[in-house]
């Protein structure tokens, strides 16, 4: 195997995404686009406008920027091409199977009905099968919102059983540990829901969150998460446990001052399942190839490295084994075909 990682490697390369925030895909074109389509002011007109407003150094600031551009979101057509932009660049990415975070609490809190958020989404997921991506809905509470709020959410969502796979938690973790939702999440898994939960890059109470999740909530994997390094024993345990870590460089070098580079390689090294995603795409400047590339050219990753964290991630997806094995052999040929 070549050890050069170039841009076209990474795109090839056959991928799961498993953290990316539907969102967090919202480029400035379609954010205008919508706004004038359902005549929301956002006191903005152009794509510098927009541009001008992505200024964060924190989980914190990145948020503050991030809600408020929702408000374009109005109706099921929105949020049906706000997924099928996104799809579309996957498609572009060689993403075969994604499974896409949305948050119906950012989008009913402000009067958008659920039915609408999520019909949007899935009608784009059931339409991405003709571009070769097999895409799946993850339900986040925010946790920033009350356990009642993710107790109305959850009951919403199970109505719509059959078009969500997982649950998890994003949005503002400071003082918000992952067990302020541990009644929804026993729920979720008593209807048969997977569970993901983010621990977020440098938080204050990162490592108590992160074993929270591990030890009590029995989590499947952990989004961000990458702290655990400071921490050898939950290491080993992600590592035995075969637990995802759904790690994003480039969304890391915007809320803290590096891509977390070291502890991805350390990670992959002790054998946890870490893999490389886009998180929120728009505003970090960048796809999933380009995360694998940037990593890959910043830390001097070779191609096995960069094999080994792709099939990571089908491996700590919510597929089955036999699903699993065929998208671990579509890596290989791709590999193979490569190298020639
Ligand atoms: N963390 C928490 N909330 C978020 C994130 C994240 O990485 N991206 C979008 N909402
Ligand atoms: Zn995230």
Not at 6 to 26: Q, S
Not at 66 to 75: G, H, K, W
Not at 208 to 220: D, K, N, P, T, W
Request: aromatic share 10%; proline share 4%.
């Amino acid at each position: 195997m070549s050890s050069i990682v170039t841009p076209e490697f990474t795109r090839g390369l056959p991928k799961a995404e498993l953290h990316l925030h539907i969102k967090g895909t919202l480029e400035p074109e379609l954010k205008l686009k919508l706004a004038k389509r359902n005549n929301v002011d956002i006191g903005q007109e152009t794509i510098e406008d927009v541009q001008k407003t992505y200024d964060y150094h924190d989980l914190a600031s990145f948020l503050a920027v991030y809600y408020p551009a929702m408000n374009v979101l109005q109706t099921e057509e929105d949020f049906y091409d706000l997924a099928w932009a996104y799809l579309t660049k996957a498609a572009a990415n060689n993403v075969r199977h994604v499974e896409i975070f949305f948050d119906p609490q950012a989008h009913t809190s402000r009067g958008i009905p659920f039915e609408t958020v999520i019909n949007g989404l899935y009608r784009a997921t059931v339409d991405a099968r003709a571009l070769n991506v097999d895409a799946h809905l993850i339900m986040c509470f925010l946790r920033d919102f009350s356990k009642e709020s993710a107790r109305l959410t959850l009951q919403e969502g199970l109505k719509y059983r059959d078009k969500i796979i997982g649950v998890g938690l994003d949005s503002d973790e400071h003082n918000n540990p992952p067990l302020k939702f541990a009644r929804q999440f026993e729920d979720a898994a008593a209807a048969g829901l997977h569970l993901t939960t983010h621990c977020d890059i440098d938080q204050k109470d990162s490592i108590e969150h992160i074993r929270q999740a591990l030890e009590i909530m029995e989590v499947e994997r952990l989004d961000h998460g990458t702290n655990i390094v400071e921490d050898p024993d939950l290491v080993e345990l992600v590592a035995k446990r075969q637990i995802g870590l759904t790690s994003c460089p480039l969304s890391n070098g915007f809320v803290s001052p590096e891509m977390k580079g070291e502890e991805i390689i350390s990670l992959l090294k002790a054998g946890a399942k870490i893999s490389i995603n886009s998180d929120d795409p728009a505003y970090f400047k960048g796809y999933i190839s380009d995360n694998y590339y940037a990593l890959a050219q910043k830390y001097q990753l070779s191609q096995e490295q960069i094999v080994q964290l792709a099939k990571n991630s089908f491996e700590s997806s919510w597929i089955s084994q036999k699903q699993k094995e065929l998208y671990l052999a579509e890596i290989d040929s791709y590999v193979a075909k490569f190298s020639k």
